[in-house]
């Protein structure tokens, strides 16, 4: 998870992935790209943005069931 400080999208994730998270058993890292350069010009337009094995699965807001659709297979 990319995410920025100040961001109110990242705020607004963070209790629907930490839910998920415990439901679905999947650790969320929380990556912030403040002060990466590199970071900043690939995520800073599409925060927060979600990735799970080098694939977006989703960006600035979280589509829970969308989500849980995409994990399945993992937690099978």
């Known amino acids: 998870m990319f995410t ?17 998270a415990s439901e679905l058993e999947v650790d969320v890292v929380w990556t912030p790209i403040d002060g ?16 799970l094995d ?7 807001r979280v589509d829970e069931g969308l989500l849980r659709r995409r994990l399945s297979p993992r937690t099978s």
Not at 9 to 19: H, K, S
Not at 54 to 60: A, D, H
């Open 54 to 60: 080098g694939r977006k699965v989703f960006k600035y």
């Open 4 to 20: 920025a400080a100040g961001c109110c999208l990242c705020d607004d994730a963070r209790p629907v992935l930490d839910r998920l």
């Open 36 to 51: 990466d350069a590199e970071l900043e010009a690939a995520w800073r337009t599409e925060l927060p943005a979600g990735v």
